[in-house]
């Protein structure tokens, strides 16, 4: 069956930015699946989206249905044909149905039923495609949509033209009122007129020939980049690539054209990461910055034109960017005015959290816990407590309310300022880091303690709150809170017992919760699954990281080194013979009557195997202690994988569950301590027999 290819776009005005870089995986997955749905087959779909306009191009695509027998199912035999052997009404009914005579209709009897079967005629594409692409564009998420003139089609922004083409035929049709063409427009300054398509294929070539627009995205953001590692080269510098800014600018323009512009000198004064949020927030635009990352007075801005005269378009960009960047300065110089620790009482007007109270209340809980961390952790106790006093000042400040990006970053530079201690001025700005998945961690001691305790009292409130995640609504960005602080106490390798923490800090909240002793497992859990998606993420196996978590280690870092230390013992021979072993304790404890108060009797030892199994686990105990205290895992298992050819002996030759009472409850002890000491570090019957090498990279520092 022959193929075409089809061309259709839909005109629009200026579409948000975010749109340009949703709609093309959105129609993608729709076209596709939408062709699947109707049996067309095509070889390739692209979707091209610019500010005014998105573009479905398909190769290849079946020019018809396949033609497919259907069956129609009828009335069942007793029910079709009287006692004569007569159609009833119902028999008569269903022959009209399938327009066949009642004569025929026992012509179409199947094991008593009547049932019908037809070919139909596969429809052409001419017939399919109009209502298909309407549900296509329709089916896109595009946020907020609008209505325009008399249309009753709503849609982001309103619709101007429509193109529909099947190679170099124009496919007649009305899609959202409007009538289909064979032509679309240029670029709106450069190349406004009608520009006719002949071919789908040329499509692109056509429209930035004649039209002046790049029309693919894709192409479209790598020239923008080209000209960002271009442009600074004459200045000695070069732009550090903003990804969601490059996305944003992407959005803006259909023609893009770089332009280098320039600010004074005396801008440099004001903090750097103001001057670089204005003009990314304000102005779109890519600061340029030297070899040591030190911001130059230079900046691109992008435009969507090419200027009959370009120092004209600059000295307007210039100029305002002399305003944006004045207001930046005013802020910076109007804050400083007044010092950080002067603006502690303007926090108590904030309100945190309904429940949790003012951003004052939760700066109190915050410097309490890092009393205790300071001490926990031996750190200045002066400068930690005053960098918690310190820590939310900066949002009563205008730069910060203008930018809340910079929260924490100017707090640090108006700290420098009134002459605090830099170690107060650093934990300022790390107290928010890290502020996403992979981003930098904490340098300084006094930085963790208070990302911890921020992270502590933000999660334990508003659980208690009743704010939990809940799916993928997530408005307090719990998870990446959470995350945070599981990265912070791992990586930074912070040996603190997660849930005496978490208790400690929910006694502090000034909600008296309903139900304290189910809060604090559901807050800890909830810390660990994100423990176990960083994990994950490295390449860590899920069996090793339950055979860990069965245990319930109360410290994230001591958990990531059993994590460790499982991963190279179950590479070792022994492995899977012990975790087969500790499987056989585990069932057969679990089949016994309760042990926990069953002592190991020497005088009832009788059988040699279980003499020399009590006798290794008594000479060994001091070791595994040590070992366990030292979170020497990787020892323990070691030493832990010797017991094995006891244990071997000890199953072949010994009657655990013997008819003596003595015998059984001594042998069930002996048992029972074997059992603590091969869960000195994990579950290890949890780990299967036969397992792929593990890629985690636990093991790479």
């Known amino acids: ?102 004569a025929q209709l026992k012509n179409f009897l199947e094991k008593g039923r009547l049932i019908y079967r037809f070919t139909q005629k596969g429809s052409s594409i001419e017939e399919i495609l109009p209502e298909s692409l309407t549900a296509f564009i329709n089916s896109l998420q595009a946020g907020r949509t609008m209505r325009w003139g008399k249309n009753t089609q709503a849609f982001v922004r309103p619709l101007r033209w429509a193109l529909l083409l099947v190679n170099d035929k124009l496919l007649s049709a009305d899609i959202f009122g409007l009538a289909t063409q064979n032509y679309t427009y240029g670029h709106r300054f450069l190349a406004p007129d009608k520009i006719i398509i002949k071919q789908a294929d040329q499509y692109l070539q056509q429209l930035e020939k004649e039209g002046k627009v790049l029309v693919d995205q894709k192409r479209r953001r790598e020239k923008i980049i080209e000209q960002l590692q271009a442009l600074p080269k004459p200045y000695k510098g070069h732009v550090n690539i903003d990804e969601n800014l490059v996305d944003e600018v992407n959005g803006l323009v259909e023609w893009p054209v770089g332009l280098v512009g320039k600010f004074s000198t005396d801008f440099l004064q004001v903090p750097a990461e103001a001057l670089i949020s204005s003009m990314k927030l304000h102005q779109k635009s890519f600061p340029i910055v030297n070899e040591h990352g030190q911001l130059l007075p230079y900046f691109i801005t992008i435009s969507n034109l090419i200027s009959k005269n370009t120092d004209q378009v600059i000295h307007g960009n210039e100029r305002v960017m002399q305003a944006r960047l004045s207001d930046a300065a005013f802020f910076f110089h109007t804050d400083k005015q007044q010092a950080l620790a002067q603006r502690l009482t303007a ?133 990446r809170q959470a995350q945070g602080l599981m990265r912070i106490l791992v990586e930074k390798q912070i040996n603190l017992d997660l849930r005496a923490w978490l208790e400690a800090t929910l006694t502090l909240l000034p909600i008296k919760t309903a139900n304290p002793a189910e809060l604090l497992p559901d807050i800890e859990k909830f810390c660990i699954d994100r423990l176990r998606a960083w994990y994950q993420e490295r390449g860590g196996n899920t069996e090793i990281f339950n055979a860990v978590a069965a245990l319930n280690p109360p410290s994230p870092y001591d958990f990531t080194l059993r994590l460790a230390a499982l991963e190279k013992f179950r590479q070792l021979p022994a492995a899977a ?100 000491y091969l869960e000195c570090v994990a579950d290890i019957s949890e780990l299967a027999t036969n397992h792929p090498p593990c890629s985690s990279s636990l093991f790479d520092n």
Not at 71 to 78: D, F, I, N, S, T
């Open 577 to 676: 013979a012990l975790s087969a072993a500790h499987k056989r304790v585990k069932n057969i404890l679990t089949r016994a009557e309760k042990v926990d108060g069953f002592k190991v009797e020497k005088h009832l030892l009788k059988e040699s195997a279980e003499l020399q199994l009590a006798d290794v686990l008594e000479k060994q105990a001091p070791l595994f202690q040590r070992l366990s205290q030292q979170h020497d895992y990787v020892t323990l298992l070691t030493e832990l994988a010797h017991l094995r050819p006891h244990i071997d002996h000890f199953f072949d030759h010994v009657m655990v569950m013997a008819e003596n009472a003595a015998l059984r409850e001594n042998r069930l002890a002996l048992l029972a301590q074997l059992r603590h």
């Open 1 to 102: 069956m022959s193929t075409v290819n089809v061309l259709f776009e839909l005109g629009t005005e200026e579409l948000p930015a975010q749109a340009i870089k949703n709609f093309p995986d959105q129609l993608y997955k729709n076209v596709s699946a939408g062709l699947t749905s109707q049996a067309l087959t095509y070889k390739n779909i692209a979707v091209y989206v610019t500010p005014r306009r998105i573009a479905i191009y398909i190769t290849g695509l079946l020019q018809q249905q396949p033609d497919k027998v259907v069956e129609k199912p009828g009335p069942q035999e007793k029910v079709a044909f009287n006692e004569k052997g007569e159609p009833t009404q119902a028999g008569l009914g269903f022959a009209r149905s399938c327009n066949i005579e009642p």
């Open 347 to 479: 926090l108590s007007s904030i309100m945190f959290q309904e429940k949790l109270g003012s951003l004052y209340d939760k700066t109190q809980r915050v410097v309490t816990l890092c009393e205790k961390l300071a001490e926990a952790l031996q750190l200045d106790m002066h400068d930690c407590v005053r960098a918690a006093w310190l820590s939310l000042c900066d949002l009563t400040t205008a730069m910060v309310q203008e930018f809340p990006e910079l929260q924490g970053i100017m707090g640090s530079h108006y700290a420098t300022n009134d002459g605090e201690p830099s170690s107060v001025c650093l934990a300022l700005t790390e107290q928010y880091l890290p502020r996403f998945s992979g981003d930098e961690l904490p340098a300084s001691s006094i930085g963790c303690a208070l990302a911890i305790a921020q992270r502590l009292d933000t999660l334990a409130g508003q659980f208690a709150a009743g704010n939990k995640p809940s799916g993928d609504k997530d408005p307090f960005a719990l998870r």
